[in-house]
C-alpha cells in the first residue's frame, strides 16, 4: 500500500512518519510539527512559508526550528514521495503535498498559476526520451508563457 492510499484510511501523519521510523529516521516534536503543517496546508508553499507557519507552533512548544532543518527534511519527505519540489518562474521553490504529480503552467506577466494534468506533458517527455534518449521531469519546472487573461 502505498502512502497516497493509505492516508484515505488513517492518520496521514501518523502514516508518514511511521514511514520514516521504519527506514530510520528521526521523528522529532518539531518534525511532527512541520509535517502536521504541510498537511493542513492547501496548495503550493515555499520553505519560508512553511517555516512561518511552523514557527507559530514550535513556539507554542518551547522549541525553534531552523530554516536548515526545514530544508532537510523536505529533501527527506520527497525521498520517502511525500512532498515535491517545483521551481515556478524565477522564485524560490515550491513544495506540495504529492500522492499524484501534476505539472504547472506560468503567466510570465501576472504570475498566475495554473496545475495541469500528468498525460498534458506525457506525449513531449515520450518524444523527448525517443528521440534523444533523455527522461524529463515534467513536474519539477514550470513551463513559462502567458494565461488567457493576458494573451494579447
Known sequence: MTIAQATAE??????VLAELRRRGGRVTTARRLVLRTLFERSGHCTARELAEDVGKRVRAHGLDVHMSTIYRFLDELEELGVVSH???GHGRAVYDLSPVGHSHLVCELCGAVTETPNELFAAFASSV???YGFSIDPHHFAMAGRCRNCVV
Open 10 to 15: 488513517a492518520d496521514p501523519v501518523e502514516l
Open 86 to 88: 517545483s521551481h515556478l
Open 129 to 131: 526520451k525517443a528521440r
